[in-house]
C-alpha cells in the first residue's frame, strides 16, 4: 500500500481504546511486615477515545473523546480526521474489524469523505501501530495513579 501511494495520498492507522478509571497497580515497593492503602474507585466507568497515527507525521496525530464507541461517531471522528487534510487528499485508513467500523454507515461516510478503509485481520492488534501509543499511554499515564473523576 505505501508503495503505491502517491503524494496526494495518506496512509492513517486508527483505534479505539477504553481505558477505566480504576487504580492500575503496576509496581511498587511495600516493606514486610507493613500494609499500603491503595487508593481506588469502585466505579466501572471508562472513556471511549478514538485515535488516528500517520506514521510519515506522528506529531499529528488526532485523539478524541466520546460518550461511546459507535457508527455515529466514527463518521464523526472521520470528518475531524478530514479537517487535516484537503478532501483532494486520499487517506488510506487501516482499522480493525470491529462491527462499528464495517457498518454501511461509516462504508457510505468514508466514500464520500474520499476515505479508503482497509481492514486489519481479525485478532491482529499487534499490526496497528496505534496500540502502541495506547501501551504509552497505560504506562504513562494510568499506572500507579488514583483517578477520583473523568476530568482527573
Known sequence: L????????????I????????????HGWIRTGQDKVLETTGNRSRLNIIGALNLSNIGSTIVSDYDSINSEN????????????????????ILDGAGYHRSDLVKEAAFVLNIELHFLPPYSPNLNPIERLWKVMNEKSRNNIYFKSKRD
Open 2 to 13: 505505501k508503495a503505491n501511494c502517491g503524494e496526494d495520498e495518506s496512509i492513517v492507522f
Open 74 to 93: 466514527i463518521v464523526r471522528f472521520f470528518c475531524k480526521l478530514r479537517e487535516s487534510y484537503p478532501l483532494n487528499h486520499k487517506l488510506h485508513i
Open 15 to 26: 483505534d479505539a481504546v477504553h481505558p477505566t478509571l480504576s487504580t492500575k497497580i503496576s
